[in-house]
């Protein structure tokens, strides 16, 4: 048994779709980043390779590759790093997935996210937990500059 721990944030920018847990949220704005910038399937994939000692994302899908990976749709990212994974003689436990954001409200959206996420990882929808939380409007998340991830995974 081997526990992984992820991390992610990305500010908020115009012009951009909102994409949380591996579905597009409504919301006036999305994330910057240099993929669809899923902090959450992001934070996941760092600690799935973190718990198998794999390194991070950035090191497996980095930005600096020109336009490989320039807007690519993070499920593909996730659906890679599983492969990874169980090539290494691993299987996911469960995961524990806590995105912070002041807006919008996900609350409707985590089921939607939990059947996506279980679905690209090919495992049991209850394997896959998704929280949302606020920061009292606190931070940059707080001031609604941004969005943060948090995740855990447990690997066997």
Not at 28 to 47: F, M, Q, R, Y
Not at 91 to 103: F, H, K, P, S
Request: charged share 20%; aromatic share 8%.
């Amino acid at each position: 048994m081997r526990i992984g721990f992820g991390y992610d944030v990305h500010a908020f920018a115009p012009n951009r779709e909102l994409w949380l847990g591996g579905i597009r949220v409504p919301h006036t704005v999305g994330l910057a980043g240099h993929s669809d910038a899923d902090v959450a399937i992001h934070a996941l994939c760092d600690a799935l390779l973190g718990a198998a000692a794999m390194r991070d994302i950035g090191y497996h899908f980095p930005d600096t590759k020109g336009n490989e990976y320039e807007g690519i749709d993070s499920k593909i990212l996730l659906r890679r790093v599983m492969t990874m994974l169980r090539e290494a003689g691993y299987e996911l436990v469960n995961c524990d997935i806590t995105i912070a954001a002041q807006r919008p409200k996900l609350l409707d959206y985590i089921p939607q996210m939990q059947q996506c996420l279980s679905e690209t990882m090919e495992v049991a929808v209850e394997q896959v937990s998704v929280k949302a939380t606020t920061t009292e409007h606190l931070g940059f998340v707080g001031r609604e500059e941004g969005i943060a991830a948090y995740a855990a995974v447990l690997i066997q």
